[in-house]
């Protein structure tokens, strides 16, 4: 079966930099969501587009922002990249309509800011 | 958000049955329990969610107290793959989003 495909896998940047995560969900999933684990902490939730419409956000700095487009797939762009920005971010998708249904994660792109 | 509290670890064996319990005392009457776990170095997994009567499939039960203060995550044949941290989260239904907020999770330990 189809999974969550996130790219890139790792990723290295330089503090100040910008970079940018692309996450392909599941087929005929609507709902995506991005969270950031940070070393040695539990998934944190970022934001989550319904329908290519921003539909929740948690704490996701300013420097970050998101978007869904049209085929589903959603990019997450990140600016002025700052150490503590090194984490793993996944993304999950899922079928919303009908209830809260299961999400599935990707594998995670590695983030290293130096 | 409701709040969930599980123990910090527990220990199991090969093969045998492992019970994982979740209090969640301030459910309120339209909250899903969920259960996911994740490996090491892998993003988190699905494994079950329920409502108000248990649940089974093919990974898991869910066993949901009457008065659904409590569930335990039933794993009836734990093997080594099954190692991981396991989160018992709280979504709520007919709500505007469904975001999983992850507590602290129950580390859980195979011994061969």
């Known amino acids: 079966a189809a999974g969550v495909i996130q790219s890139p896998r790792h990723l290295i940047k330089e503090k100040r930099e910008t970079a940018t995560l692309k996450c392909y969900p599941i087929?005929?999933?609507?709902?995506v969501y991005w969270y950031q684990q940070g070393p040695g902490q539990d998934p944190q939730f970022l934001i989550s587009?319904?329908?290519?419409?921003?539909?929740d956000k948690g704490s996701i700095p300013d420097r970050f922002s998101a978007q869904q487009f049209s085929d589903y797939h959603s990019e997450l762009n990140m600016s002025s990249l700052e150490l503590g920005d090194s984490a793993l971010y996944f993304c999950a998708s899922s079928f919303r309509r009908g209830g809260p249904y299961e999400q599935y994660f990707g594998p995670g792109t590695r983030l290293t800011v130096t | 958000d409701a709040k969930t509290t599980q123990p910090n670890s527990m220990e199991s064996n090969e093969e045998e049955p492992v019970h994982l319990p979740c209090n969640h005392s301030t459910i309120s009457g339209t909250d899903y329990i969920h259960w996911y776990r994740q490996l090491p170095s892998q993003g988190p997994e699905y494994v079950i969610h329920g409502l108000t009567s248990n649940v089974n499939n093919r990974m898991a039960s869910l066993a949901i107290a009457e008065d659904r203060k409590s569930s335990t995550l039933i794993l009836h044949r734990a093997t080594l793959r099954d190692a991981a941290v396991y989160y018992c989260i709280l979504m709520v239904s007919g709500g505007s989003n469904y975001k999983l907020t992850f507590g602290k999770g129950t580390l859980l330990t195979v011994n061969p």
């Open positions: 087929p005929r999933h609507d709902t």
């Open positions: 587009f319904y329908e290519k419409m921003q539909s």
